[in-house]
């Protein structure tokens, strides 16, 4: 009862702060409309009505009005990310409504959506330009493993809630999908240097794009080395990297046939805490998509990818992956109010962990994950929309799984939409999750590491409902609700110790990872974007979240509350300044104390090929812990610093 109570307070004092906001803006209008008319040269002159009706694509995967959207959908801008003055994608993703973002140590990082967070964090689906980079063994991301370079993302899609209908097992708690752009945006030399203090030390990017017969192409060089945190006693932490990536893009073709194909290469070094080699990985990846849209209507899409992928911390525990993905889309030519789009997917993993060290029972294993899913978008009057649809999909561990979701969206007019929707997903069994066999050494004792060889996957029934209002053409206000069940939740439970007297006595005790039973998690989002001057722009973002979850389940790991302002403020066509705030309050259910963190960025424009900005992050609270239980890694305390970067073109 008290943290209903409690929920019901914060979505007063929520709404309260939205009206008053909303006053503050008619008034700004009132006062805005006055003044003389704006230069076109400002470099925060952006229009928000624009940005509310933003084509995007990951909700329904065809392109779609952001402000009409059937789902809790956020985009991050290349604008946005500058802004930020992001170097990685984890801190570009910093201070969206519901996106949880911790860094552990120099390189790692925890990113989540509603909940779950940390470094294994495993309901969330990561995506690049369309491929999964999921990983096999835990179902999460190696964030330090995608360093690429900011420069080139067009930008970041992200959906809060189950996306199961059209992408797939662990699409549960949300979507993130890079976007980066096409080869015809970045045409010629490019060059960035970026150099810090304390962790940042630097990075830099070489590229250069030309025309290639009727197409473009691009190539790229980013390297990035880091320093260390520091330890609890203010002593530095081993955990130093570098790392480096090699990437390639061409694109051909017109708005009726469009051909992409890309790859990379990546090597990556990183110092452990008593570990001696440290941890390295290095890969490649090459993915081909082709989009045909023929006379009628139609539209047919094929999207192929190979990802091969090699890691070991300190000559032990080794990871070699293979991935083989292949998916097939048709949408139908509009046959009166229906919009029906088709698709089928295969993915084959060939997964080696075998070698000094491995965790798992069967550490060689080939499996295939097949799906097939349908949608049907239902225009029930020239401003409602119904959208009914389900995934079919088929893994060794449960065979076959369905994700249905049901969605509502109308637009009574311009500036106000409403939508609603209820959905299932699912996250399916992991290697770790599905045959964990390994014993950990004590003192004080041995810890028995086992998985479970009837690991169900995890399913979620989520209901959401959202409300997004152009209350003027400077300011919009995106709120989105949602109450999510969970069934078959994973977590860790903790035997009682036993004493084995061979070959001496000692204590073991039973460490399991099974399905612990069900859980339910609630909360709300607001944000706003403000233009509230002709130099002065303004984000502002707002989560609430709560939830019951049973003994031993996976911690939430993250605050009931979360806060983040952007702002803006233009003085001339050639300098801006940018400031951020960030605010997490103390952990649900961990020990993490509340952190505040203030970013400081001015941005000079000397030319058109020549950008020079400085400035701090992490400023505040000094060294600061942002997150607890990091499994493996090291926890670092993360140190504030400063930072110069320059950007040419030629």
């Known amino acids: 009862m008290t943290t209903k109570r409690n929920f019901k307070r914060n979505l007063t004092v929520a709404s309260m702060m939205l009206l008053s906001a909303c006053a503050m803006a008619q008034t700004t209008t009132a006062a805005a409309d006055t003044k003389p008319q704006k230069k076109a040269e400002d470099l925060t002159d952006l229009n928000l009505d624009d940005l509310a009706n933003m084509k995007v694509t990951t909700a329904s995967k065809k392109a779609e009005s952001l402000f009409g959207v059937a789902a809790s959908l956020s985009v991050v801008t290349a604008d946005d990310i500058k802004r930020k003055g992001a170097v990685n994608i984890p801190e570009a993703l910093r201070g969206l409504p519901g996106v949880n973002v911790a860094q552990i140590n120099s390189g790692s990082y925890a990113v989540s959506v509603r909940g779950f967070n940390g470094q294994y964090a495993d309901k969330l689906l990561v995506l690049i330009d369309g491929r999964s980079i999921y990983n096999s063994l835990y179902g999460g991301v190696y964030w330090e493993d995608y360093n690429i370079a900011m420069d080139e993302i067009e930008r970041i899609e992200v959906i809060r809630g189950p996306g199961g209908t059209l992408w797939g097992a662990n699409a549960v708690n949300g979507i ?162 229906h919009s029906i789009v088709l698709g089928a997917g295969a993915r084959i993993i060939a997964d080696d962990y075998s070698g000094p060290g491995s965790l798992l029972s069967q550490p060689k294993r080939n499996f295939g994950v097949f799906s097939w899913f349908a949608q049907d978008q239902i225009q029930l009057n020239p401003k409602s929309k119904l959208s009914i649809g389900t995934k079919i999909l088929h893994n060794e561990y449960t065979g076959f799984e369905f994700q ?7 637009e009574p007019d311009g500036s106000h939409a409403f939508w609603a929707s209820v959905s299932r997903a699912v996250r399916t069994p992991t290697q770790t999750g599905h045959g964990l066999s390994a014993t950990v050494p004590g003192p004080p004792a041995d810890l028995e590491l086992r998985g479970d060889s009837d690991y169900k996957s995890v399913s979620l029934i989520a209901k959401e409902f959202g409300y997004r209002i152009k209350v003027n053409p400077k300011m919009t206000v995106d709120t989105s609700f949602f109450h999510n069940s969970y069934d078959q939740l994973d977590g860790t439970v903790i035997g009682d110790p036993v004493i084995v007297m061979t070959p001496t006595p000692h204590a073991v005790v039973p460490v399991s990872f099974t399905n612990v ?86 941005r000079y424009k000397a030319s058109d090929r020549f950008d020079l900005s400085f400035g701090g992050r992490n400023l505040g609270q000094g060294n600061v812990q942002q997150i607890a239980n990091s499994s493996f890694s090291t926890t670092g305390l993360i140190r504030p610093q400063v930072f110069v970067k320059a950007t040419w073109k030629f």
């Open 517 to 602: 039973g069900k859980a339910t998690t609630y909360g709300f989002e607001v944000s706003s974007k403000i233009q509230a001057s002709d130099k002065l722009r303004l984000d502002l973002g707002y989560s609430f979240l709560d939830g019951d979850l049973p003994k031993f389940a996976t911690e939430l790991n993250t605050g009931k509350h979360q806060a983040s302002l952007l702002s803006t403020y233009t003085f001339n066509s050639k300098l801006s300044f940018d400031g951020a705030a960030y605010y997490v309050s103390k952990s649900i259910d961990t020990v993490q104390d509340a952190t505040t963190r203030f970013d400081l960025q001015l």
């Open 404 to 410: 249905p979701s049901i969605r509502f969206s109308t």
């Open 176 to 337: 993130i999908n890079i976007i980066t752009k096409g080869a015809k945006d970045t045409q010629g030399a490019f060059a960035s240097l970026e150099a810090g203090d304390q962790m940042n030390l630097i990075n830099g990017q070489l590229r250069y794009g030309a025309k290639m017969g009727k197409g473009f192409f691009r190539v790229t060089g980013y390297g990035v080395k880091d320093g260390q945190s520091l330890s609890a006693t203010g002593a530095k932490n081993s955990d130093d990297w570098t790392g480096n990536r090699v990437s390639f893009r061409y694109d051909n073709g017109d708005e009726n046939q469009k051909l992409f194909v890309a790859g990379d290469y990546h090597k990556l070094d990183f110092s452990q805490s008593g570990v001696v080699d440290g941890y390295k990985s290095y890969g490649g990846n090459i993915l081909a998509k082709l989009d045909l849209n023929h006379k009628d209507g139609s539209s047919d899409g094929v999207q192929f990818f190979y990802d091969n992928t090699h890691r070991a911390i300190g000559g032990t525990l080794p990871i070699r992956s293979s991935t083989v993905d292949f998916d097939y889309q048709h949408s139908l030519a509009t046959n009166g109010a």
